[in-house]
């Protein structure tokens, strides 16, 4: 794996060399399926597989498992050039690689990563995360209801799973279930889960106002039979799994935010020196530069936040996250990215005028798309409690 990296935002030569090759790759690949995505929100299931190939697969994961061996740091902007060109394909490719990939790499025993890591590296299965429930969002541990309960050599897991990114396509889910029900938060535990296991099925695939594409469904276990040698860490041990796997996410979906920033200020630089208006390119008029100048403002110090974050947990510790520093970081980030995100798209689409108002348009695509950031990883509301409690901790 690679050496230890300082806590910095700036960008090395190796790390351009990532961030332009992810570039490459996916300006390549992803546009020409933007427009069947969003217009039928169809998956395209040639993709993952040829993001194996190109070797953006298993990002974190070492290459003895069929991983590409980098850090998250890595991972970060693989995921912010992934979004320049595609947010739903960026998007199902982070709760792949981070919430189910890495996690898995993370925590799970040797036999477990031998058996599983590989087909998920090289994309030729899709993975994960069965965290949400329709009774647990923000109280996503607290509220839990699926439970598991053991039976011999198998887990008996009974339960239902909401908003899961990659659900409807998924071969390999961490899911999270109650072992002690009684022990609250801490009587969860983690299992990895095939889609082939009787009891386990698609309820029904969501259909969304942004990243379309991007598979959401709801996911039903009924009496599902999971082996006990599925168990990931230690029965009622789940918590630490989920918390710092949390932490990672929403440093990791930060820089997607990043993505799609960047490109929306693309688009709107274009726009303005070719819409003329009253006999001028609209990139002529103060107000239209004031909004541009806004945006590039918001991006360059987002893209700040967002990779001093990224290299800060960079290394952090199996267990560690869901506390301290890395949990008060990583929530500022989002924070920051999810609303700056929000206000840059707000722009861009004015800038367009009556064309970022058609369904059709990138930049329409990219708006539909900038809400779920103040929502998933954690609300806008619950990432301000995380900072405070931090705050007032100290």
Not at 86 to 105: E, G, M, Q, T, Y
Not at 197 to 210: D, E, T, W
Not at 296 to 317: F, Q
Request: aromatic content about 8%; proline content about 4%.
């Amino acid at each position: 794996m690679p050496a230890s990296r300082p806590a910095s935002f700036g960008l090395t030569p190796d790390d351009h060399a990532v961030l332009e090759a992810a570039d490459k790759f996916a300006r390549k690949e992803f546009p020409p399926l933007a427009r069947r995505m969003d217009d039928e929100e169809w998956w395209p299931p040639e993709i993952f597989p040829k993001i194996g190939a190109a070797g953006f697969m298993g990002a974190t994961v070492a290459p003895e498992y069929g991983g590409a061996g980098m850090d998250l740091f890595s991972s970060g902007l693989i995921c912010q050039a992934f979004a320049r060109w595609s947010p739903a394909i960026a998007l199902s490719w982070a709760a792949h690689d981070n919430l189910c990939v890495n996690n898995i790499f993370r925590n799970a025993n040797e036999a477990q990563r031998r058996k599983y890591l590989p087909d998920l590296c090289d994309g030729s299965k899709i993975g994960a995360l069965g965290l949400t429930e329709p009774g647990a969002g923000s109280d996503a541990l607290g509220s839990m209801r699926t439970t598991a309960r053991r039976e011999g050599d198998h887990y008996l897991l009974n339960g239902s799973k909401i908003y899961i990114t990659n659900g409807p396509v998924a071969d390999v889910l961490l899911v999270y279930a109650k072992t002690a029900p009684e022990r609250g938060a801490k009587g969860i535990s983690a299992f990895i889960v095939e889609k082939d296991f009787p009891g386990f099925r698609v309820a029904q695939k969501l259909v969304k106002m942004g990243f379309r594409g991007s598979q959401t469904g709801e996911l039903v276990l009924e009496n599902c039979r999971v082996p006990a040698a599925n168990l990931v860490g230690a029965e009622n041990e789940g918590v630490k799994v989920v918390m710092s796997g949390l932490d990672l996410e929403r440093a990791l979906v930060a820089a997607l935010c990043v993505g799609i920033s960047e490109r929306a200020l693309d688009l709107c630089v274009e726009y303005a020196k070719t819409r003329v208006q009253f006999g001028k390119p609209i990139g002529n008029f103060q107000m239209v530069q004031a909004m541009l100048a806004e945006m590039y403002t918001e991006l360059e110090a987002m893209k700040t936040l967002v990779w001093r974050t990224l290299a800060e947990v960079n290394d952090l510790e199996v267990g560690g996250g869901g506390r301290g520093a890395a949990h008060k970081i990583t929530a500022a980030s989002i924070l920051y990215a999810g609303e700056a995100c929000n206000r840059i798209l707000n722009h861009a689409v004015q800038i367009h005028g009556g064309s970022g108002y058609i369904w059709e348009s990138e930049i329409n695509r990219l708006f539909r798309c900038i809400k779920i950031l103040e929502i998933g990883a954690g609300t806008s509301e619950v990432r301000k409690m995380i900072i405070a409690e931090e705050l007032l901790r100290g």
